[in-house]
Structures are given as structure tokens and as C-alpha cells.
């Protein structure tokens, strides 16, 4: 039986108190991913994806999925996301990347898709500061890691490039801004398992139009 080439769709999510506002819209959102993902499982049977959600904020990191079969993945709901405290964003991305490394170490047959959702700038962070986040990601891009950062009330693009992160989404901090964010995020993963299905590179106009 010929082994499926494994898809690990990461998800760092901001848990911090300022997340409160918008808390219904991003548990729909992160919803609506995993409904997409099924889709693209179906669609592309030769891919077998997983979900990891890791959510994050000054009380510590939380995993909610870690490498789950995405036909098994249950909504996250109210109970299960909480928002609080300040945001270590540095600590969740140091977190996530090692523990989902140490599983990956002995595969060959993968790429994983990392999604970084928040709505600031990290400022809490005591483990991991901006230039070994960098380097971590430097080093796992060569080794089919893609990296997507989206975000809110902050200079997007900016922070994303200082840990050089390309693949960049602004979202408006509001109901119609946020559905806008999630439409073009479906749509990204679209073509994501689509150039991975045609052996291209999966990081080329990920998102089309950028903000």
C-alpha cells in the first residue's frame, strides 16, 4: 500500500484578554478550517492531513489538537477557548515548533503548514525572544515548513519579516473583517494542497493579494 504524503496544518491562535471582542468570530473561523480541511482530504486523497491547534496567552500554552486525523476533529466551542491575560507569542511559536519537530524527526513524507493567528505583537514572552524564533524558522523552511502569519491592530508585515515570515494576511478587527480573513485563508489552503498535488512550491503567491 503506497504511504499518503502527510499534511501537519499547524495553528498558533492568540488567546489573550484581546482576543475577547472577537472571540465568537474566531471559534467559527477556526471551525470553518477544519471543515475546509476535510473538503481538501477529500479532495486530495493522496493527502492525509492533520491538525495541531495550539492556543496561547501569559497563563501558558494550551493544546487543543496535536497531529489529529482531521476526520476525527471535533469544533472547538466557548468551554475550550477562553481569551486572557497578555500575549507570549514568542513562547507558543518555541513551543509548537519543537513539539511538533520532535514527532516529524523520523519522517520523510510531509510538509506542515503553520498558521500564526493573533491580534498584537508579542510582549510577554521569557523562553524564546525574536531571533532565535527567526532562526527556527529559517532552518525548518528548508525542510518543507510553509509559514503563514495573520494578524491584527499591528504593523502585519512588518513583524512578520523581522522573523521571516512572507506569507502574510492583514485582517480588520470587526465580524466582516474577519470573515474576509477566513475566506481568503480557505482559499489559500486550496492552493496550498493543489501545488503540493503538482510538486511546485507551495509558498508562491500564497496569498494573492496580501492584506
Known amino acids: 500500500m503506497e504511504t499518503k504524503h502527510e499534511v501537519h496544518n499547524l495553528i498558533i491562535l492568540d488567546e489573550s484578554g484581546s482576543m475577547e ?22 479532495e486530495y486523497p493522496e493527502q ?12 501558558g500554552q494550551k493544546i487543543l489538537h496535536f497531529i489529529d486525523p482531521v476526520e476525527k476533529l471535533e469544533e472547538i466551542d466557548k468551554k475550550r477557548y477562553i481569551p486572557n491575560a497578555s500575549t507570549p507569542l ?36 521569557r523562553e524564546y525572544n525574536g531571533q532565535a524564533i527567526k532562526g527556527i ?36 478587527k470587526n465580524e466582516k473583517g474577519i470573515k474576509n480573513m477566513f475566506e481568503k485563508e480557505k482559499s489559500a489552503r486550496e492552493r496550498y494542497s493543489e501545488k503540493l498535488r503538482m510538486n511546485e512550491d507551495p509558498n508562491h ?3 494573492m493579494d496580501g492584506k
Open 137 to 172: 524558522i529559517e532552518g525548518l523552511k528548508l525542510n518543507g515548513w510553509t509559514f503563514t502569519y495573520i494578524g491584527a491592530d499591528h504593523d502585519v508585515e512588518s513583524f512578520a519579516l523581522k522573523i521571516s515570515i512572507t506569507n502574510t494576511l492583514f485582517f480588520d
Open 90 to 125: 514568542y513562547d507558543a511559536m518555541g513551543f509548537s515548533f519543537a513539539k511538533m519537530k520532535q514527532v516529524l524527526n523520523s519522517k520523510k513524507n510531509y510538509n506542515v503548514l503553520v498558521t500564526i493567528l493573533t491580534d498584537g505583537e508579542e510582549n510577554a514572552s
Open 48 to 59: 492525509e492531513h492533520f491538525i495541531s491547534l495550539v492556543s496561547f496567552n501569559g497563563l
Open 205 to 207: 503567491d500564497f496569498y
Open 21 to 42: 471582542t472577537i472571540k465568537e468570530s474566531i471559534i467559527q473561523g477556526f471551525n470553518e478550517i477544519v471543515q475546509t480541511v476535510k473538503g481538501i482530504a477529500k
